[in-house]
């Protein structure tokens, strides 16, 4: 089935204890895509990579880190969350920037 | 002025009428443009892309396009509860300073009386 996984689904940590939230397709995209969903603030990119070895920052990149080594895998490192990164994050990857893009199921951090 | 703007609603229709959800945005080159249907804590799934301006129909919905005017709508036909949702719109614009970035309206909230 093709699909885009994120683990974990949900996370509680504290101030500062370094996270990592794994994305893993299994479509051969292109590209992928990092995006945190705020109440009244919508969704907003924090990453994207347009394919492996390239990254770029999205709108909102700060205090977070990605790395796209493997076409399948774009993990969101979190160096030392704060309180201000509790929210519901999705991963998405496409064939391109302009096709469609496909979201994982989410995963809801908070960080205490 | 927002890049991509909806009304948040929330949009209250009753059963099987016709839902219309619009969507204005202000870079004049954008190409992709894509409805989402959003059900609260799930993920977003794709309902349509649209490309070119003018109706794509598929089943119960239609997408509008029209460039000269910059907007894109949704029409929902016949309109069920399962229907009630949030709906995003997002585009996509070679103009932008990030050429790597689907912007999305803060949707519209869908909601369909049984």
């Known amino acids: 089935e093709a699909q885009v996984t994120q683990n974990p689904r949900y996370l509680i940590t504290v101030t500062g204890k370094k996270l990592t939230v794994t994305c893993s397709q299994n479509?051969?995209?292109?590209?992928m895509s990092w995006y945190r969903q705020d109440p009244g603030l919508g969704l907003r990119q924090i990453y994207y990579?347009?394919?492996?070895?390239?990254?770029d920052k999205g709108d909102v990149p700060e205090g977070y880190k990605v790395s796209r080594k493997e076409k399948r895998n774009f993990p969101l490192i979190l160096e030392s969350p704060s309180p201000n990164q509790t929210s519901l994050y999705f991963c998405?990857?496409?064939?391109?920037?302009?096709?469609?893009?496909?979201f994982g199921p989410g995963t809801r951090l908070l960080v205490l | 002025q927002k890049e991509v703007e909806q009304n948040s609603g929330p949009l209250s229709v009753p059963e099987g009428a016709i839902a219309s959800l619009n969507c204005t945005y202000s870079?004049?080159?954008?190409?992709?443009f894509f409805w989402y249907r959003q059900y609260s804590g799930k993920s977003p799934e794709l309902i349509m892309s649209?490309?070119?301006?003018g109706d794509k129909e598929d089943g119960r919905f239609t997408a509008q396009l029209n460039k000269a005017s910059q907007y894109v709508s949704l029409l929902i036909r016949d309109s069920q509860p399962s229907d009630s949702a949030t709906y995003l719109c997002?585009?996509?614009?070679?103009?932008?300073?990030?050429?790597?970035?689907?912007?999305f309206g803060q949707g519209t909230t869908l909601q369909v009386k049984p």
């Open positions: 998405a990857s496409s064939l391109s920037q302009w096709e469609t893009q496909y």
């Open positions: 479509m051969n995209h292109e590209y």
């Open positions: 990579s347009m394919n492996v070895e390239v990254t």
């Open positions: 870079d004049r080159g954008s190409q992709s």
């Open positions: 649209i490309y070119s301006n």
């Open positions: 997002a585009v996509n614009s070679p103009h932008s300073s990030n050429t790597g970035k689907l912007i």
